[in-house]
């Protein structure tokens, strides 16, 4: 005898007032963003197309042994992501998930961005996890001093951007192989910034760099939010989470008893979330349009 099936299809669904019906249900949700958040801001991700700067690598300036051997290069580096971030500005993606953490306590917002954007949208940071730090936090390379959301524009005289066209700040027109311009200006240590503590140290961008631990107050605090008790959703926005242990969060929340809904401009290579089934969402398109309409719900018109 055939078995029966279902009218549903077996696919993720698409239906905003279905995805309405369990966001105005559910009690503890978790958003998981990356960097297509970012990009109806205007901000590209620097491992894409825009990954050289000054003939380099940038993902080369990343780490705390190039921050070692040429700190004023590093620096000059980070100047130039902060000052074209801070021209930029929050989209409504970003406000939609300010208000719905204001309406809901039991959601967090679990980001790997470093642009500052969620910040500058006011969204409240006990509710907001920066899994890899922030531009615009700034702490010491010697001790434990950090300052949070120091948006100044210079960061420190030393870094200031005399034009758009500041040499020492532009990025490589090149888009193949690093070829290292050891004529690159750079900023002697003893005229960078050092840590108002302990007066020795450098002060250093509050990003977590390649070859370094993220920060365990975090993983701590998502780790226990989890652990809490069960999950009605988790909203994978602007990324197809492929990068641990970001990407764990997708299985964990699901064995929590979470839906997914994955919000993103692509959907053919879903990474960490691996499927997409009949009881899931997929939204495919700008994030910065869909999430002011599908939480619309809860957060009612957005006016930001």
């Not at 030393?158 to 066209?165: F, H, Y």
């Not at 960078?192 to 961008?205: E, K, S, V």
């Amino acid at each position: 005898m055939a078995s029966s099936t279902s009218s549903k299809p077996c696919g993720p669904s698409s239906d905003i007032e279905e995805f309405g019906r369990l966001l105005i249900s559910s009690k503890r949700i978790l958003a998981l963003c990356g960097a297509g958040l970012s990009a109806a801001s205007g901000l590209d991700t620097f491992r894409g197309a825009g990954g050289m700067w000054k003939n380099y690598d940038a993902m080369e300036l990343a780490t705390p042994e190039a921050f070692s051997r040429d700190p004023g290069l590093v620096w000059l580096f980070y100047s130039y992501r902060r000052h074209k971030a801070l021209r930029a500005s929050p989209n409504p993606g970003h406000y939609a998930l300010t208000e719905l953490s204001k309406i809901m306590p039991g959601f967090i917002t679990l980001t790997q961005n470093v642009d500052g954007l969620h910040q500058r949208a006011n969204h409240p940071r006990e509710q907001l996890k920066l899994l890899h730090g922030s531009l615009f936090d700034i702490k010491c390379f010697s001790c434990n001093y950090l300052q949070q959301n120091n948006y100044d524009d210079p960061f420190h005289p030393s870094l200031s951007i005399d034009s758009p066209t500041d040499d020492r700040l532009a990025p490589s027109v090149l888009s193949g192989a690093a070829v290292l311009d050891h004529s690159t200006p750079t900023i002697p240590p003893s005229d960078l910034p050092h840590c108002p503590t302990c007066t020795t140290g450098l002060l250093r961008p509050g990003v977590v760099w390649f070859n370094e631990m993220l920060p365990q107050n975090t993983l701590n605090e998502v780790d226990s939010f989890i652990d809490d008790g069960p999950i009605d959703l988790i909203m994978v926005i602007g990324t197809t989470a492929k990068v641990y242990p970001a990407a764990g969060y997708v299985s964990q929340a699901r064995g929590r008893g979470a839906k997914v809904a994955l919000i993103n401009t692509e959907a053919d290579d879903l990474g960490a979330i691996g499927y997409l089934g009949k009881d899931d969402f997929l939204f495919q398109g700008d994030s910065a349009k869909i999430l002011p309409e599908i939480l619309k719900p809860v957060i009612g018109e957005l006016t930001t």
